[in-house]
């Protein structure tokens, strides 16, 4: 069995990214909605692409490296939800013979910083590319599509095993709902805040999603049960 999970949202408490470098620098997730609504508009981008080049001109107007060190400030110390980390301890390969991913639209170097990275098989999200050790362009931006050609990378990779778990927060997990749904998995939509029923309703239409959990995922949570009842299968 394979299980995939969304990062922000669905491992953590925030739908967007809280990139230390940017709280530290004043920039509130009201600030930078707004400022990633006037690129789209102004600039006809996507949501990603509009979010990294919105972060790359805010640590250029404050004169900051634009480095692993910097983006990865405060990674160690990111928050998650309840029971996450423990989870993941419990949860392990050599335990469960389950193997864990994370794909994420959020920064892949950042999530290799945080304390869960040692108990997942792998980490997939936005790369940038590197001379002399400073950021430049995108080298790879995870949107909604290519989400779902990394979920068919990891199937060949573990032997055509379509037996998957996805977890996701949002309507950017659209498409791999659907994959997942498509080839037999299941999908478990994690609600964490006022506007997730607005959310699950759209994603839900055609009944892709099969379960619906708050974010907890400490020992006898719904989602921990769930989960090992399907790995008990």
């Known amino acids: 069995m394979?299980?995939?999970?969304?990062?922000?949202?669905?491992?953590?408490?925030?739908?967007?990214?809280?990139?230390e470098i940017l709280i530290e620098n004043g920039y509130s997730d009201d600030i930078l909605e707004e400022k990633i609504r006037n690129k789209i508009r102004t600039e006809n981008c996507t949501l990603y692409q509009a979010y990294y080049q919105i972060y790359k001109?805010?640590?250029?107007?404050?004169n900051i490296k634009f480095n692993k060190f910097n983006i990865c400030k405060g990674a160690e110390s990111v928050k998650f939800n309840k029971?996450?980390?423990?989870?993941?301890?419990?949860?392990?390969?050599?335990?469960?013979?389950?193997?864990?991913?994370?794909?994420?639209?959020?920064?892949?170097?950042y999530i290799y910083h945080t304390n869960i990275e040692k108990y997942v098989q792998g980490i997939y999200g936005v790369t940038f590319k590197e001379e002399n050790e400073i950021y430049t362009d995108l080298d790879v931006l995870l949107d909604d599509t290519k989400k779902v050609e990394v979920i068919k990378k990891l199937i060949i990779e573990n032997n055509n095993?379509?037996?998957?778990?996805?977890?996701?927060?949002?309507?950017?997990?659209k498409k791999a709902f659907e994959y997942v749904h498509s080839i037999g998995g299941k999908n478990?939509?994690?609600?964490?805040?006022?506007?997730?029923?607005?959310?699950?309703?759209k994603l839900n239409e055609k009944n892709i999603i099969n379960k619906c959990f708050e974010p907890d995922y400490s020992e006898n949570s719904e989602i921990r049960n769930y989960i090992k009842n399907e790995i008990n299968k």
Do not use: R
């Open 188 to 201: 478990i939509f994690i609600k964490i805040d006022e506007n997730s029923a607005l959310k699950y309703n």
């Open 83 to 109: 029971g996450v980390e423990e989870y993941f301890k419990a949860m392990q390969y050599k335990e469960t013979g389950v193997k864990h991913y994370i794909v994420t639209s959020g920064l892949q170097e």
């Open 2 to 19: 394979i299980i995939i999970y969304d990062f922000d949202g669905t491992l953590t408490p925030y739908s967007l990214p809280q990139y």
């Open 161 to 173: 095993d379509k037996e998957i778990i996805y977890l996701g927060d949002g309507l950017t997990d």
């Open 57 to 62: 001109e805010i640590l250029k107007e404050k």
